[in-house]
């Protein structure tokens, strides 16, 4: 993602509802698209209302919480800056997030009073009444400064945008029966551990799983998918004509390969071994396929014949430990001594 868009100084913009209207947005999922586009909208609506512009906008949605609770906000990355008519670029670094609180919070519950039935609409009425009374100043909108260079800006918003509701350095014990995972309480700003059934734990996951075809990441702005091609093709023209290179783009983006990326990321190759220095040679990929390891590609016969036979041996161990499992025990010494005379072990 990072080499998609304007190499220019980007802000992570987060917009987010009252708790009281969670449940209605888990009832009613297809309104997260919903939530994205009129987030979006306000951005574009003060870039081109302002200034005359077009911004860069890549929105996410985020429906978990710290607690695997479901809690839908919008994370997106804005350009500071955008696009002219006539593909000039112009720089601009100011977003009144407190003043977009109030139009977030009006763009929210008109999105739920047009998308619900009125038959529901009159149960919820309540529910918005108290959300606009409880949220004098609007729905919490937030955009703060990014530092450090572009490149880590970008990569920064954009590791954040793609995370998943937990990272398995949270989940801190699992007895069989109950899941203990550590979380950090906004509320109070402390780190603390919750201890839940396995069921619960995987009932809060998969609560968190998109609809089939649904699109988490969407582009707005000169990032659309449709026009983003075309933006950059005048921005560069553009700076072709005034000699002024503000902007660093190229009209065809090279895009970079996994181990590029890797090494740029940590300094370190990922195509040398850590305990012999020598270089591993691409030779193909070994993947499953309805249960089973199949060769997914091999750049040459030999390759495809190497890779075959390594499959052979893995399910030869596996098939040879699920004996041992099933034989009595003085069967399960005898196929012991002749694994490791079979395989050297």
């Known amino acids: 993602m990072t080499e998609d868009v304007m190499q220019v100084n980007h802000r992570h913009v987060i917009f987010t509802i009252d708790e009281g209207l969670w449940p209605i ?8 698209k919903g939530l994205m586009d009129e987030a979006a909208e306000i951005i574009q609506n003060w870039f081109e209302k302002k200034q005359k512009i077009k911004p860069g906008i890549i929105a996410g949605i985020h429906t978990f919480g710290a607690k695997l609770n479901f809690n839908p906000h919008v994370h997106m990355m804005v350009s500071m ?30 999105l739920i009073r047009r998308t619900v039935k009125e038959q529901e609409k009159q149960k919820i009425q309540p529910i918005l009444q108290r959300a606009y009374q409880a949220n004098g100043a609007g729905f919490y909108v937030h955009a703060p400064r990014q530092k450090g260079n572009i490149r880590a800006q970008l990569g920064y918003i954009g590791r954040y945008m793609r995370r998943p509701a937990i990272a398995l350095h949270r ?3 699992y007895d069989g029966q109950y899941v203990t995972y550590r979380y950090h309480d906004k509320k109070d700003g402390q780190e603390k551990r919750e201890k839940i059934t396995a069921e619960e734990f995987i009932g809060r996951i998969i609560s968190h799983i998109a609809e089939e075809q649904f699109k988490t990441i969407r582009h707005y702005g000169v990032y659309g998918r449709r026009i983003k091609v075309l933006s950059k093709k005048l921005i560069s023209a553009w700076q072709k004509e005034a000699r002024r ?7 065809i983006i090279k895009r970079r390969n996994w181990s590029e990326r890797i090494k740029e990321q940590t300094g370190k190759d990922p195509l040398v071994c850590p305990a012999c220095q020598n270089y591993y040679e691409y030779q193909g990929e070994v993947c499953l396929k309805q249960g089973e390891l199949v060769v997914k590609y091999a750049v040459e016969k030999t390759a495809r014949a190497c890779m075959e036979r390594m499959i052979s041996h893995i399910t030869g161990i596996k098939a040879l430990q699920k004996r041992q499992e099933e034989a009595p025990k ?12 079979m395989f050297g072990v």
């Open 330 to 341: 003085k069967e399960v010494e005898n196929l012991g001594y002749r694994q490791l005379y």
């Open 25 to 32: 947005f888990q009832k009613h999922r297809e309104m997260l």
């Open 245 to 251: 290179w503000i902007v660093k783009i190229k009209s």
């Open 171 to 173: 989940i801190e014990e």
């Open 81 to 110: 800056g955008g696009m002219k008519q006539t593909g000039e670029w112009k720089s601009y670094d100011f977003i009144p997030f407190a003043m977009m609180r109030k139009q977030w919070q009006t763009a929210v519950l008109k």
